[in-house]
């Protein structure tokens, strides 16, 4: 079988969802997250993308539903025993079989959780579920219970993101010689995924960012390629990845001289970060680490030219994004703790100077200061 993780991990793991489904007096969870099933039974596949779901009982026992295509996908990589298959065909409608299986496990009338936000569930596939549930038993929204337990990582899962560091590191290695006057976007692209394919790494969750000209100013992928000039902006954002657990990395590469305003923006992204750093410890808040981010791009007149979130939890993720929750934003009262993996991305983007900065790392927090993950140090990197 291709697991990742001890049996003893999974165990942990189910042993910690039995009590969340205890305290919040379920019969059984309905998750629909490729997420959660991963981290639960190992199982890893893209099948997502069509209806399926692992069916957990209060009493710890699991049985997923899924198609044809993935059954074989089940069994290799996942420690699921029970594995039932609903038909493609036309007209069919998996909600039907899901409800009839949830009968044959006796959860008629039962309090049932469903894991509704995720991508692995569409809004058509939920209104077909809900139609079918409605008088089935007591439906409860259980989006958020494994989205939280995923958030404390294990020492298993600490080194699955240490070796994602690591490949992020050897990625903006390899693309650094390939940054100059004619170099091509293509190549350095190429060259970053190369080096993450070639040290054992996996595909990412979404794609790379990059972009240069007024392109550096872009906070998405999009397709298109350009050559870089004498004096050029080059935006990177980028994960290493291993057995889908993610280490992001952001950069702003300039090539020739640096700008007035480079140095300015360049300047302030690295107080933020250097501010988000002091804030990301025990005793704070999501939402005070994105205060001091905010605190101190206001001090540098640059409050306009700022993102309204300035990171996120960091895990195995699953297309489309590798961004997890919880995020850096106003308010958000999650509790910073030892043991979780965040991204905090400085973006600083000036449209009317059409100049952009960016300074991003990833970091373990611990019982004090957290810890980057990265062996690159945050200087402005120009070639």
Same mark, same amino acid.
């Given at each position: 079988? %291709?697991?990742?993780?001890?049996?003893?991990?999974?165990?942990?793991?189910?042993?910690?969802?039995?009590?969340?489904?205890?305290?919040?007096?379920?019969?059984?969870?309905?998750?629909?997250?490729?997420?959660?099933?991963?981290?639960?039974?190992?199982?890893?596949?893209?099948?997502?993308?069509?209806?399926?779901?692992?069916?957990?009982?209060?009493?710890?026992?699991?049985?997923?539903?899924?198609?044809?295509?993935?059954? #074989?996908?089940?069994?290799?990589?996942?420690?699921?025993?029970?594995?039932?298959?609903?038909?493609?065909?036309?007209?069919?409608?998996?909600?039907?079989?899901?409800?009839?299986?949830?009968?044959?496990?006796?959860?008629?009338?039962?309090?049932?959780?469903?894991?509704?936000?995720?991508?692995?569930?569409?809004?058509?596939?939920? #209104?077909?579920?809900? =139609?079918?549930?409605?008088?089935?038993?007591?439906?409860?929204?259980?989006?958020?219970?494994?989205?939280?337990?995923?958030?404390?990582?294990?020492?298993? =899962?600490?080194?699955?993101?240490?070796?994602?560091?690591?490949?992020?590191?050897?990625?903006?290695?390899?693309?650094?010689?390939?940054?100059?006057?004619?170099?091509?976007?293509?190549?350095? $692209? %190429?060259?970053?995924?190369?080096?993450?394919? %070639?040290?054992?790494?996996?595909?990412?969750?979404? =794609?790379?960012?990059?972009?240069?000209?007024?392109?550096?100013?872009?906070?998405?992928?999009?397709?298109?390629? !350009?050559? $870089?000039?004498?004096?050029?902006?080059?935006?990177?954002?980028? %994960?290493?990845?291993?057995?889908?657990?993610?280490?992001?990395?952001?950069?702003?590469?300039?090539?020739?001289?640096?700008?007035?305003?480079?140095?300015?923006?360049?300047?302030?992204?690295?107080?933020?970060?250097?501010?988000?750093?002091?804030?990301?410890?025990?005793?704070?808040?999501?939402?005070?680490?994105?205060?001091?981010?905010? #605190?101190?791009?206001?001090?540098?007149?640059?409050?306009?030219?700022?993102?309204?979130?300035?990171?996120?939890?960091?895990?195995?993720?699953?297309?489309?994004?590798?961004?997890?929750?919880?995020?850096?934003?106003?308010?958000?009262?999650?509790? @910073?703790?030892?043991?979780?993996?965040?991204?905090?991305?400085?973006? @600083?983007?000036?449209?009317?100077?059409?100049?952009?900065?960016?300074?991003?790392?990833?970091?373990?927090?611990?019982?004090?200061?957290?810890?980057?993950?990265? !062996?690159?140090?945050?200087?402005?990197?120009?070639?």
């Amino acid at each position: 079988m %291709a697991l990742h993780f001890e049996r003893s991990e999974f165990d942990a793991r189910r042993d910690r969802l039995m009590i969340e489904i205890a305290e919040k007096k379920l019969d059984a969870v309905l998750l629909f997250a490729q997420e959660s099933m991963y981290w639960l039974t190992g199982y890893d596949t893209f099948g997502f993308c069509f209806f399926q779901c692992l069916v957990v009982k209060a009493d710890g026992s699991m049985i997923l539903l899924t198609r044809s295509a993935d059954l #074989r996908q089940a069994r290799h990589t996942s420690i699921i025993d029970n594995i039932v298959l609903w038909t493609d065909r036309d007209g069919a409608n998996p909600a039907i079989d899901l409800r009839n299986l949830l009968n044959d496990l006796d959860l008629l009338g039962a309090r049932i959780g469903v894991e509704y936000d995720t991508h692995g569930l569409t809004a058509y596939n939920g #209104r077909r579920l809900d =139609e079918q549930l409605q008088t089935f038993g007591q439906i409860a929204d259980a989006s958020g219970i494994v989205n939280r337990l995923r958030l404390f990582k294990s020492p298993a =899962e600490i080194a699955k993101v240490e070796k994602a560091a690591n490949l992020a590191d050897d990625a903006l290695d390899a693309a650094l010689p390939l940054i100059k006057q004619g170099g091509d976007e293509a190549l350095i $692209l %190429a060259a970053m995924q190369g080096a993450i394919f %070639a040290g054992g790494g996996d595909y990412p969750a979404n =794609e790379f960012i990059i972009g240069s000209g007024v392109d550096a100013l872009l906070c998405r992928y999009k397709a298109g390629r !350009r050559k $870089l000039s004498k004096n050029d902006q080059l935006t990177l954002e980028w %994960a290493g990845v291993f057995h889908h657990y993610h280490a992001a990395m952001m950069r702003t590469v300039l090539t020739g001289k640096v700008s007035k305003r480079h140095q300015e923006l360049f300047d302030a992204a690295r107080a933020a970060l250097l501010a988000v750093e002091k804030a990301m410890t025990p005793g704070n808040t999501f939402g005070d680490v994105f205060d001091a981010h905010a #605190r101190t791009l206001e001090a540098h007149n640059l409050t306009k030219h700022r993102l309204n979130a300035c990171g996120y939890s960091l895990g195995a993720r699953f297309t489309p994004s590798w961004m997890d929750m919880p995020m850096f934003y106003q308010g958000n009262p999650e509790p @910073i703790a030892p043991n979780m993996t965040l991204f905090a991305h400085m973006i @600083i983007m000036d449209s009317e100077t059409e100049t952009a900065m960016t300074l991003g790392c990833t970091y373990l927090t611990t019982e004090s200061q957290p810890k980057p993950l990265s !062996r690159h140090d945050l200087d402005l990197i120009v070639q």
